[in-house]
C-alpha cells in the first residue's frame, strides 16, 4: 500500500514545501475526483482514493504525522515511544503547574507567557527533527526522543488554546 508520500508522488523528506505539498494534492485530489468517472463502481474506487489522497495531504501538512510516515517508510513503529527523558517531564510538570495556577486565576499574561515557552520549545523540537532527518546515517532512536517531547509541548499547548 502506497503511503503518503507515494500517493502525491511527492519524495521522501521531513523538508517538505508546503506549495508543493499543495499542488500535489490539488493534481491528484482532480484526478481522481468521482465526478470524473461515469460508472457507478469507478466512482466508488475514485471516493475510496480521493479519501485516502486526503489523509495524505492531513499527514503531511503536520510535521509530526510527516516524521512519524518516514519512520514508517524505513520500519520503525512510534506506537510505543516510551517516556521522556525525566528532566523534560519534570519541567513539563513544573510548567503545567504554573500554567494550571495561571489558568485558575485568569492570568492571562502568565498563560501568554507559558504559550510562548511551549511555541518556543515546539519550534525546538521540529528544528531538532528536521536536523536528524537530513543525517546519514538516521538516529530513529534520537527522532522518537524528539516526536515524544513535541507531543508533550503540543499537549500543553492544546490545555492552553484547545484542540
Same mark, same amino acid.
Given at each position: 500500500?502506497?503511503?503518503?508520500?507515494?500517493?502525491?508522488?511527492?519524495?521522501?523528506?521531513?523538508?517538505?514545501?508546503?506549495?508543493?505539498?499543495?499542488?500535489?494534492?490539488?493534481?491528484?485530489?482532480?484526478?481522481?475526483?468521482?465526478?470524473?468517472?461515469?460508472?457507478?463502481?469507478?466512482?466508488?474506487?475514485?471516493?475510496?482514493?480521493?479519501?485516502?489522497?486526503?489523509?495524505?495531504?492531513?499527514?503531511?501538512?503536520?510535521?509530526?504525522?510527516?516524521?512519524?510516515? $518516514?519512520?514508517?517508510?524505513?520500519?520503525?513503529? &512510534? !506506537?510505543? #515511544?516510551?517516556?521522556?527523558?525525566? @528532566? /523534560?517531564?519534570?519541567?513539563?510538570?513544573?510548567?503545567?503547574?504554573?500554567?494550571?495556577?495561571?489558568?485558575?486565576?485568569?492570568?492571562?499574561?502568565?498563560?501568554?507567557?507559558?504559550?510562548?515557552?511551549?511555541?518556543?520549545?515546539?519550534?525546538?523540537?521540529?528544528?531538532?527533527?528536521?536536523? $536528524?532527518?537530513?543525517?546519514?546515517?538516521?538516529? &530513529? !532512536?534520537? #527522532?522518537?526522543?524528539?516526536?515524544? @517531547? /513535541?507531543?508533550?509541548?503540543?499537549?500543553?499547548?492544546?490545555?492552553?488554546?484547545?484542540?
Amino acid at each position: 500500500m502506497p503511503d503518503a508520500f507515494d500517493l502525491l508522488e511527492l519524495p521522501a523528506a521531513f523538508d517538505l514545501d508546503p506549495a508543493a505539498l499543495e499542488a500535489s494534492y490539488l493534481k491528484a485530489a482532480a484526478a481522481n475526483h468521482p465526478d470524473r468517472f461515469d460508472d457507478p463502481l469507478e466512482q466508488a474506487d475514485a471516493a475510496d482514493r480521493t479519501s485516502a489522497i486526503t489523509g495524505a495531504q492531513r499527514a503531511l501538512q503536520d510535521p509530526e504525522s510527516r516524521a512519524r510516515v $518516514l519512520l514508517a517508510r524505513l520500519g520503525v513503529s &512510534t !506506537d510505543s #515511544v516510551g517516556s521522556p527523558p525525566p @528532566a /523534560l517531564l519534570m519541567e513539563v510538570m513544573e510548567v503545567r503547574e504554573e500554567l494550571e495556577a495561571a489558568l485558575h486565576e485568569q492570568d492571562d499574561t502568565e498563560v501568554a507567557r507559558l504559550r510562548g515557552w511551549a511555541q518556543q520549545r515546539r519550534t525546538g523540537h521540529l528544528d531538532q527533527i528536521a536536523s $536528524l532527518f537530513i543525517t546519514d546515517p538516521l538516529d &530513529t !532512536d534520537a #527522532v522518537i526522543a524528539q516526536l515524544n @517531547a /513535541l507531543r508533550y509541548m503540543q499537549r500543553m499547548l492544546e490545555q492552553i488554546d484547545g484542540p
